[in-house]
């Protein structure tokens, strides 16, 4: 599946990652996986765009409206406690739709989420304050959800 959602429930952190090609239905549908009920999902969170993502199929309105579907998400999510998203591109050719999103979110003030972004994967584990060696066991695991979706 192109869009994983993860928890690394021994770290408190939770992940979202986009592999492969992601279709639009695939894009549009993720947001209903994660249910802010589940003890797993907490506030601390990273969006990963890896290299090989094609994200192609995905325009300005299907990120309107996964930001619709996400808005009752993060909302719950934020009720638990803090919350914190941190987006990371492993490929620069996503990084439009990485600011695409956060000037979608940034300039409204009624959204929940105000994402950050980050140059690695360690660099957001250590900014979400995990330290050096467990975020490093964070990227071997979202190293390896990437490999096993791709070989799936």
């Not at 990273?46 to 994200?55: C, E, G, K, Y």
């Not at 909302?75 to 956060?102: Q, T, Y």
């Not at 929940?112 to 360690?122: C, F, G, H, K, L």
């Not at 071997?140 to 979706?149: C, G, K, P, T």
Request: some cysteine.
């Amino acid at each position: 599946m192109p869009v994983l959602v993860g928890s690394l429930s021994d770290l408190g952190l939770n992940c979202l990652i986009f592999a492969g090609r992601v279709s639009r239905s695939e894009a549009l549908g993720f947001p209903a996986r994660i249910s802010p009920e589940r003890p797993e999902f907490g506030g601390c969170w990273l969006t990963i765009f890896d290299a090989a993502a094609d994200m192609s199929d995905l325009d300005a309105d299907s990120l309107l409206t996964i930001k619709e579907r996400l808005r009752p998400v993060v909302a719950g999510l934020l009720a638990k406690g803090p919350f914190r998203m941190i987006l990371v591109s492993n490929s620069r050719f996503n990084d439009h739709l990485m600011e695409c999103w956060r000037a979608m979110t940034v300039t409204d003030p009624s959204y929940p989420s105000n994402p950050e972004t980050a140059a690695s994967v360690p660099e957001a584990c250590i900014r979400h304050g995990l330290p050096r060696d467990r975020a490093t066991a964070a990227e071997v695991w979202i190293e390896q959800q990437i490999r096993s979706a791709s070989a799936a």
